[in-house]
């Protein structure tokens, strides 16, 4: 059974077709039967996980979406147009064409050189590198600049706190996130038990589920050594940062993997991009520049800046800290990044 790509999906079928359901139609038309003596026209030929399929029919869904019924090709009919299934769906020649023959002592062919040149290469670029290569502009290069600045530190400040809001539901604690801060108030250890029910709960409903029954049952043994101490309120002054980490990394993969509109891809890799670029100069200069570290010592918007109660509950120098987060933005968004780009969409 092949493999679905992005948000695309498989419903299950009782015969030998496939059907991959999609948000968006694809390309593809389907096989077309005028009347019983006229030939058959084949649907689009797909080549999917390297097998070759024939497009049946494709049906709007009731409920929104798309659906593509599938089949193994026919080998009766002769393939015109072949679609490469993850690869943005646009056909390719089924037949090659002769070239004419080239004399021996014809001189070499010069390559195309300046703007020309310019513009074949990128067309050789895949989407993917294409939509980084335009997001590392406004994002690294001009990122200081308004309106870019404006819209990078936006989705900082709105990451940020809704991950130190999501920690504190998580252990019991009352909050809400405002523009530049959260509010949050005091723990209630009965929500707190109730949240460890229910991790418990789904440890032991998903015990027999790969990777979902390693994770649960670590969440539910080191949730009340956590929930039920003081660590839960370094994990809250920590949730701001590794929502920022997360979320650089999602954006990074949702840009490069999949079916993506053109237009969409260079979005995510701005703001993954910005994230990583931020934090690794803010962290990076606290962690190298005495400078730096006096301004992170003594500008707040409110209080202390989260790495600074951290260090103070945990013992941990600031620069330490501030090192091992620079690290940390620099490795796990640009790790997954690369990953992503090793696989075939």
């Given at each position: ?9 498989l ?9 991959l359901?999609s ?7 389907g096989?077309e039967?005028?009347?019983p003596?006229?030939?058959?026209l084949?649907g ?13 029919r494709?049906?709007?869904?009731a409920g929104?979406?798309f659906?593509h019924v ?5 080998d ?20 090659a ?7 021996e002592?014809?001189p ?12 074949k290469?990128?067309?050789a670029l895949s989407p993917a590198?294409?939509?980084l ?5 406004p994002?690294?290069?001009?990122g200081?600049?308004?309106p870019?600045?404006v819209?990078?530190?936006g ?5 940020h706190?809704?991950g ?10 009352s909050a ?5 801060m ?8 009965v ?25 649960l ?12 101490t003081q ?6 002054d920590l949730g ?5 980490v997360?979320f ?6 949702r ?13 995510w ?9 931020r934090?690794v100069?803010l962290?990076?200069?606290v ?12 500008i707040?918007?409110t209080?202390?800046n989260?790495?600074?109660k ?7 120098a600031?620069t330490?800290?501030a090192a091992m987060?620079?690290i940390?933005?620099?490795?796990v ?6 990953l992503a780009?090793?696989?075939p969409?």
């Open positions: 059974m092949p493999r679905p790509l992005g948000r695309d999906r419903e299950p079928t009782t015969d030998e077709t496939i059907v359901l948000l968006r139609p694809k390309p593809w038309s096989r039967e005028v009347s003596r006229a030939p058959v084949p689009t030929a797909v080549r999917w996980d390297g097998e070759l399929y024939e497009v049946l494709v049906e709007p869904r929104g979406g659906r599938l089949a193994h090709w026919d009766r009919y002769l393939v015109r147009t072949l679609v490469e299934y993850g690869n943005g769906g646009d056909p390719q020649p089924a037949v064409i002769d070239e004419a023959p080239v004399p002592d014809a070499p062919a010069e390559p195309p050189a300046g703007p020309a040149a310019a513009a290469g990128w067309r590198l294409r939509a290569a335009v997001a590392f502009v994002s690294i290069l001009l200081w600049f308004f870019f600045r819209m990078g530190e989705i900082s400040f709105l990451i706190e809704l130190h809001t999501l920690v504190a539901w998580f252990f019991g604690c809400m996130p405002a523009i530049v959260t509010i949050v108030f005091e723990q209630s250890r929500f707190a038990a109730l949240v460890w029910g229910g991790l418990v709960f789904l440890a032991v409903k998903y015990r027999r589920a790969p990777r979902w029954n390693v994770g049952a670590v969440l539910a043994v080191l949730y009340p050594l956590v929930a039920f660590a839960y309120v370094a994990a809250f701001g940062h590794l929502a920022e997360a650089a990394t999602w954006a990074f993969h840009a490069v993997r999949g079916e993506r509109p053109e237009w969409e891809r260079p979005v890799a701005f703001f993954a991009f910005y994230l990583v670029a934090n100069k962290f990076g200069g962690a190298l520049s005495a400078a730096a570290r006096t301004d992170y010592l003594t707040a918007i209080g202390q989260d790495l600074v951290l260090a103070e509950r945990t013992g941990v600031l330490a800290l987060t620079a940390v933005f620099l490795v968004p640009l790790g997954v990044l690369a780009l090793r696989k969409e």
